[in-house]
């Protein structure tokens, strides 16, 4: 299985998705602890994988999603965006908006 082939079957496979730098327990970058901190503060179940355990995995998921920086999070096979594009939704109520369009539960929702 390529990486790229990797990436779409965890995309497609798991409702959310944050590809990032570390693990949700430890994220190792600032900009993927932020998001690590919005999701479970809306209270998002998540899937967190890290790149760093995989250069071609590093390098693919920026291809894959034609996005050059990481943390990058998907939501129901969609790629919803990095740091900065999540906090702004969160601080404008867009990403727990968002998130239940797409029927992800949230502590809001539950």
């Not at 990032?20 to 900009?31: E, I, L, S």
């Not at 790629?79 to 539960?105: P, T, W």
Request: glycine residues 10%.
């Amino acid at each position: 299985m390529s990486i790229k082939d990797w990436i779409k079957n965890e995309v497609d496979n798991n409702d959310v998705v944050l590809f990032m730098k570390g693990t949700p327990a430890f994220p190792q970058c600032g900009f993927s602890g932020q998001v690590v901190q919005i999701l479970d503060y809306v209270g998002a179940t998540y899937k967190g994988i890290n790149v760093l355990e995989d250069d071609e995995l590093r390098q693919g998921i920026k291809e894959f999603s034609d996005w050059p920086t990481i943390p990058q999070l998907y939501v129901k096979g969609e790629f919803v965006g990095g740091c900065d594009i999540i906090r702004e939704m969160f601080q404008n109520q867009e990403l727990q908006s968002h998130l239940a369009e797409k029927g992800i539960e949230t502590r809001q929702s539950a």
